[in-house]
């Protein structure tokens, strides 16, 4: 990095950036084809063995908000290295685990951990590229990786997994935090400080309003909507989330200003993020039970099926910056959830026998080019117009909606299957019919994303001016 701010080696911090990003959303699906041999060889139960995924949710959910502002008062850099350096050590804590216990505990602090990079990966990408073109070529790499991420982890995860042991889906992450570490000291500007004290207030009743939502979420995805496990903490959650809003309106210097919420275009945004993401939430987790129960595809095999899917979001997502220069950004926007939602319905159409081609490839390519689209447009409106001081805050906010759009959709859609899928006599066939009340549910849950994008975020004359 060159003396005077600016960036001498730009491709290299924005891949620092990205992989620190990608390795978050790799975590988050990469275990997910180890579960089984975890339940043998630690002896959890089949209840108790969600939480090695429910665990790391909840925490990373429940103090991303702190987290966002922690990078604000330390340093967004200082705040992502002291993130990747506690996520390295549970991942390390969570290979080495000789039982259930301390693997959910290992997955609590990786969700710490996460906390604090998650909210800094955006707050950095903001501050490092703070002008077009790079700007937009930036945000176009970080909007493509949620669904390389996922795809990505399943195929890494059924390799490593197959290959070595489960244990190496946790470990994998340590030397690749430590260049990530070294890279990072050396390629990515610090920030300012802001030194207002830290609204403790505030960070309390966040913390533990997001912890009882995304905790009641998590129980309505395993016990359904109906049971105190799920009622309660989501009423809880509710009210504290309440006095969290009372408590910011009189902080002098508040966890989330309350103006990035006023504003209509972020909000909107956010909205349509937490819908969108909840639509695909489900869509990898009952496709990937529908390739392996219903199509006998082996763990490897499922996430290698999923690559249509990725490259058709990879593909796009170099060409939007450019292209909304030149057309604006509703093609992308407006045009790019339309085309998930058509590709999400598209895939209610599976079935245990049914061409590979027409029902699987295809919608996943429409869907995929979709999201390649639309995920940068969101993350662009979503932290647009917003000043350094408050980067690490709108990050954070973004970052929320991801989290908690994520177990709302999938427990929602888990409880819509619960109630319309009856008991068939096969296996292959009872998958199958989960994924297509899954995708029915997941594309009108895109759907409302798309509404909620029209009426709030679509400028139809704007160029790509961000």
């Given at each position: ?39 043998e ?5 089949a ?26 008062i ?31 505990v ?40 949620t ?17 070595l042991s ?32 830290l ?10 309003s ?10 309505a ?18 009210a ?5 809003f009372?408590t ?6 508040p ?6 919420l ?16 909840g ?63 058509i590709?999400?319905?598209w ?8 061409s ?11 869907v ?25 805050a709108?990050s ?33 066939s009872?998958?199958?019919a ?12 895109c ?20």
């Amino acid at each position: 990095m060159s003396h005077d701010g600016e960036l001498k080696h730009p491709l290299i911090t924005l891949a620092i950036i990205s992989v620190s990003y990608l390795i978050l959303i790799v975590d988050g699906s990469i275990v997910i084809t180890a579960l089984p041999l975890i339940r043998e060889n630690l002896g959890f139960s089949a209840a108790t063995l969600s939480w090695v995924q429910s665990a790391y949710a909840l925490s990373l959910g429940g103090l991303l908000l702190l987290g966002a502002r922690v990078g604000d008062i330390i340093g967004r850099r200082r705040g992502f290295l002291v993130g990747l350096c506690v996520f390295m050590a549970a991942s390390l804590m969570a290979g080495w685990s000789p039982n259930a216990v301390m693997l959910i505990v290992a997955r609590v602090l990786q969700g710490v951990g996460a906390s604090l990079i998650a909210p800094s990966t955006l707050a950095l990408l903001s501050t490092n590229f703070p002008k077009d073109p790079a700007r937009a070529r930036a945000v176009a790499v970080y909007g493509s990786i949620t669904g390389i991420g996922m795809s990505l982890g399943l195929v890494l995860g059924g390799f490593v997994t197959h290959v070595l042991s489960w244990r190496w889906a946790f470990w994998i992450n340590v030397p690749i935090g430590l260049v990530l570490i070294v890279a990072t000291r050396y390629y990515v500007k610090e920030t300012e400080r802001h030194t207002e004290p830290l609204d403790v207030a505030g960070a309390v009743w966040a913390t533990l309003s997001m912890t009882g939502i995304v905790y009641g979420l998590v129980n309505a995805s395993e016990y359904g909507w109906g049971r105190a496990l799920t009622i309660a903490p989501l009423i809880v959650g509710v009210a504290l989330l309440g006095l969290f809003f009372r408590t910011e309106q009189r902080a002098s210097a508040p966890l989330v200003p309350l103006h990035l919420l006023a504003n209509a275009e972020r909000s909107g945004a956010n909205t349509a993020r937490f819908l969108f993401v909840g639509s695909m939430a489900g869509f990898w987790f009952f496709i990937a039970q529908y390739l392996e129960v219903s199509r006998g595809l082996n763990p490897f095999g499922a996430g290698l099926a999923f690559l249509p899917m990725t490259l058709g979001s990879f593909a796009i997502a170099f060409l939007v910056p450019r292209l909304s220069r030149r057309f604006g950004t509703a093609p992308f926007l407006i045009g790019g959830l339309a085309t998930v939602s058509i590709g999400t319905f598209w895939m209610a159409g599976v079935s245990s026998n049914g061409s590979y081609l027409w029902t699987v490839a295809l919608p996943m390519l429409v869907v995929g080019v979709g999201q390649g689209a639309s995920t940068i447009r969101l993350t662009s409106a979503a932290i647009h117009g917003v000043s350094p001081k408050d980067a690490g805050a709108a990050s954070g906010v973004v970052s929320a909606a991801v989290q908690i759009g994520n177990a709302f959709g999938l427990s929602l859609l888990v409880a819509l299957t619960s109630l319309w899928v009856p008991r068939t006599s096969t296996a292959a066939s009872f998958a199958a019919a989960h994924a297509r009340v899954a995708m029915v549910g997941g594309g009108v849950l895109c759907t409302l994303a798309l509404t909620s994008a029209v009426v709030f975020v679509w400028h139809p004359h704007r160029r790509d001016e961000r």
